[in-house]
């Protein structure tokens, strides 16, 4: 049996399909799987042993451009690559109108989606031939996975999701595994971030613990604040900038994880490494870290400068 999976953005809600994976290869022998994704996350399908063929878009990048020569041939090029195969079923677990409309209604199969009522956008279940209706009040993993188990036939496992992508990096950890934790500082939105102030005095409550902290970074202004985060402190190492892969190797290495609320913290539950999840004005309880040993460190009134390093310090006492 072949699937097309149709998912492609953002980081949080790719990795938050992986375990919808597992489910199926697990209630159905030989199944495999191809998957279309935005371009900035194609390594991540990848690591899934289900995962046969990842087919990357470029929606976001090619709306600046729709009409243009070069985007008119990488999106010719894009219908082939998504036509050449016939499947057996499609599964359009976006449930937008522009993946519904530029990527499922392409792929030749019977096509799968959530109906009208709990669809993100409704109008994206016109473009499906069988529509499911799955629970919103539930975490996004347990939707995906209950969307995989309506629309290929089997009951929807009760044992907690399992992402089955930690070998995939495992299997070459080196002698610095274990030894040192990651701060992943860095976000989009202003209120998620956690005060430098809060960063620095965490850092320095755990300088007498032996455990190493290094420090990711993807942009520039990111380096930036991972330095000053690091000033004065020989137990602190600013990375080098990393492929998606390469910091997903470090963080599948790491004793333990700090994190505020960015895909890069749903990567740490996919590894299965224990990580404490800063939260301000989102909410966990729906999209929040899933997985094993993942704490959601609340802020008082959902203002992060609200949360003190004490108490981030006290959530990770058990982990040193």
């Avoid at 539930?138 to 089955?164: C, I, M, W």
């Avoid at 990375?239 to 892969?245: H, I």
Wanted: charged share 20%; hydrophobic share 40%; glycine share 6%.
């Amino acid at each position: 049996m072949r699937v097309l999976i149709v998912k492609t953005s953002s980081m949080g809600d790719v990795l938050h399909t992986l375990p919808a994976l597992t489910d199926a290869q697990q209630a159905i022998p030989g199944i495999r799987f191809d998957w279309v994704v935005e371009e900035g996350f194609a390594q991540i399908p990848s690591w899934h042993a289900a995962v046969d063929r990842v087919i990357p878009v470029a929606i976001r990048r090619w709306r600046k451009a729709w009409f243009s020569t070069a985007i008119k041939a990488e999106r010719k090029t894009f219908q082939a690559a998504v036509q050449a195969q016939h499947y057996d079923a499609i599964i359009d677990a976006q449930g937008l109108v522009k993946s519904a409309a530029f990527v499922t209604r392409l792929a030749r199969g019977v096509k799968h989606g959530m109906d009208w009522q709990t669809a993100r956008e409704p109008l994206a279940s016109l473009f499906y031939n069988c529509r499911h209706h799955i629970a919103k009040q539930q975490h996004a993993v347990e939707r995906t996975r209950e969307l995989f188990a309506k629309s290929l036939g089997y009951n929807k496992p009760q044992t907690q999701g399992d992402y089955a992508i930690a070998q995939h990096f495992l299997n070459n950890m080196n002698t610095d595994t274990g030894r040192y934790a990651v701060f992943l500082h860095a976000t989009t939105r202003d209120d998620k971030h956690w005060p430098e102030s809060n960063w620095r005095e965490l850092i320095g409550l755990l300088s007498q613990s032996g455990v190493r902290i290094k420090l990711p970074w993807g942009a520039p202004h990111e380096e930036a604040r991972a330095k000053r985060l690091s000033e004065g402190f020989a137990h602190v190492e600013v990375l080098p900038r990393m492929t998606l892969e390469g910091v997903a190797r470090v963080l599948a290495g790491a004793k333990f994880v700090v994190s505020v609320d960015t895909g890069l913290s749903h990567l740490t539950a996919a590894l299965d490494r224990p990580n404490v999840t800063l939260y301000g004005p989102t909410d966990p309880g729906l999209i929040g870290g899933y997985g094993k040993n993942q704490v959601a460190c609340r802020a008082p009134g959902n203002q992060l400068a609200m949360l003190n390093a004490d108490s981030v310090r006290d959530e990770l006492s058990s982990l040193l």
